[in-house]
């Protein structure tokens, strides 16, 4: 059995420890892998990084004729909303330190087209090892009864690549995860 916190904590560890050069190399890799799959969309969410996360800012950037939108945590039960976001709005930090945006239209996470997804870790088939929080998982529980949009793309270092998992009940799979070294396509109904 696979000890989640344990993996957590290394694959933390391992994130931080990127040399600012490699860390820049490989966020302009994963943009130019990204953006192609952003292409004909309307409603793209990404996030604000944190914590040596891949930093979406320059795809957020380069949408211009899309409009973007970034997670809040909101409410008792932790769901995540999707407000709109563009460079330069104002952010302030929630209650587990990510910064957020203050204010701005919402959006249905079902009226998304594709969203960009941080993570700890990922499998070849989509598992996704979050932060232990769930949010993306609650978030996006529809889509255990239908197979897209909207389409989940984790965004990642090819270090964050962990050995295959068994899900559990209330994961959500990914259906690509994008690393320096290209895109995993695991939905084969993924649209590219």
Request: charged fraction near 20%; hydrophobic fraction near 40%; aromatic fraction near 10%.
């Given at each position: 059995m696979t000890?989640?916190?344990?993996?957590?904590?290394?694959l933390r560890a391992a994130r931080l420890s990127l040399t600012a050069a490699h860390r820049r190399e490989f966020n302009r890799l994963i943009t130019a892998h990204t953006l192609p799959l952003l292409q004909y969309t309307q409603h793209v969410a990404a996030y604000v990084a944190c914590r040596g996360e891949f930093d979406p800012a320059a795809i957020i950037h380069?949408?211009?004729?899309?409009?973007?939108?970034?997670?809040?945590?909101?409410?008792?039960?932790q769901a995540l909303r999707f407000v709109a976001y563009q460079p330069g709005d104002a952010l302030?930090?929630?209650?587990?330190g990510i910064a957020e945006p203050?204010?701005?239209?919402?959006?249905?996470?079902?009226?998304?087209?594709?969203?960009?997804?941080p993570l700890l870790?990922?499998?070849?088939?989509?598992?996704?090892?979050?932060?232990?929080g769930g949010f993306?998982?609650?978030?996006f529980a529809f889509r255990h009864h239908h197979n897209g949009p909207p389409w989940l793309i984790?965004?990642?270092?090819?270090?964050?690549?962990?050995?295959?998992?068994?899900?559990?009940?209330?994961?959500v799979r990914l259906d690509a995860v994008?690393?320096?070294?290209g895109v995993y396509r695991c939905n084969p109904k993924f649209p590219v």
């Amino acid at each position: 059995m696979t000890d989640f916190n344990t993996l957590r904590r290394d694959l933390r560890a391992a994130r931080l420890s990127l040399t600012a050069a490699h860390r820049r190399e490989f966020n302009r890799l994963i943009t130019a892998h990204t953006l192609p799959l952003l292409q004909y969309t309307q409603h793209v969410a990404a996030y604000v990084a944190c914590r040596g996360e891949f930093d979406p800012a320059a795809i957020i950037h380069a949408l211009s004729a899309q409009q973007v939108y970034v997670p809040v945590v909101a409410g008792q039960d932790q769901a995540l909303r999707f407000v709109a976001y563009q460079p330069g709005d104002a952010l302030a930090p929630n209650v587990f330190g990510i910064a957020e945006p203050v204010s701005g239209q919402e959006i249905a996470p079902t009226e998304l087209d594709r969203v960009l997804t941080p993570l700890l870790g990922f499998d070849e088939q989509g598992f996704r090892l979050g932060m232990a929080g769930g949010f993306y998982d609650r978030s996006f529980a529809f889509r255990h009864h239908h197979n897209g949009p909207p389409w989940l793309i984790g965004v990642a270092y090819e270090m964050q690549k962990i050995p295959l998992q068994t899900p559990r009940d209330w994961d959500v799979r990914l259906d690509a995860v994008v690393t320096e070294t290209g895109v995993y396509r695991c939905n084969p109904k993924f649209p590219v």
